[in-house]
């Protein structure tokens, strides 16, 4: 069965840098697109970056030139380079496929303080 497990996620200033990795098990994601999405208190999911098999990446304007997604399919990994954090990207932070989720993780928290 298909697993995604999210970690990295934590409390940090605004300014801040944070590094969420995401680690795919159960089967192989190294032909799908692959996403980081998050979802705000009283909010939808989003979906924030996203990066195909060939590295082409693609980003929400709320976080274009702040976030940086990356993949390593060797160890069944992706990651998201997260720097000059604002409050606002205070939510869950979860990885799965685009444009289609698979199951969901349990995501990872991130907190920043203002």
């Known amino acids: 069965q298909a697993q995604l497990v999210e970690s990295g996620g934590g409390l940090v200033q605004a300014g801040g840098s944070l590094r969420l990795s995401c680690v795919a098990s159960?089967?192989?994601?190294?032909?799908?697109?692959m996403g980081w999405y998050r979802q705000a208190p009283g909010k939808q999911r989003e979906l924030v970056a996203s990066?195909?098999?060939?590295?082409?990446?693609n980003y929400a304007d709320s976080v274009k030139g702040r976030f940086t997604i990356s993949r390593d399919n060797a160890k069944n990994t992706v990651y998201l380079q997260m720097n000059s954090l604002k409050p606002e990207d205070t939510a869950v932070y979860y990885c799965?496929?685009?444009?289609?989720?698979?199951?969901w993780g349990h995501g990872t928290q991130v907190t920043v303080s203002s």
């Open positions: 159960g089967r192989d994601f190294s032909s799908n697109r």
């Open positions: 799965n496929t685009v444009p289609l989720p698979v199951g």
């Open positions: 990066i195909h098999y060939g590295n082409i990446r």
